[in-house]
């Protein structure tokens, strides 16, 4: 239950910001955006197993290794936006935020297109 450390440390920072954040809203903000990054840490580092899991499965069923690492880069990619976003909401900018996440979304699709292509192609031979 690696969730609970997570949970004491934002419920934590949370008390302590509401707090903080009356007499100095700045200092507020910089704590809010270093514990986010603090716990942001936290969940990547956890992700190298899941990682070798998955080029271990991608290997047997002859993925190509290129199609994989895009695949990894759009995940990363939308939880590196998700968080730019949450960051600058926090903040209270929400137009920089949808900013981010339109970013996000545009560079997701132009590292699709050679999976779309892919697929259409498939498509078109299965096709009459």
Known sequence: MEIVPVLGVAVASTLLILLIRQE???LALLLSLAVGALIF???VTRLGSVISVLQTLAQR????PQYFAL???I????YIAEFG?????DAGQEALAGTVELAGRVIIL?????ILVTVFDLALKLLP
């Open 75 to 78: 995940i990363a990619i939308a």
């Open 71 to 73: 695949i990894l880069k």
């Open 85 to 89: 976003c949450q960051l600058c909401r």
């Open 110 to 114: 132009l590292l699709s297109v050679p």
């Open 41 to 43: 840490l936290f969940a």
């Open 24 to 26: 100095q809203p700045e």
């Open 61 to 64: 069923t002859g993925v190509n």
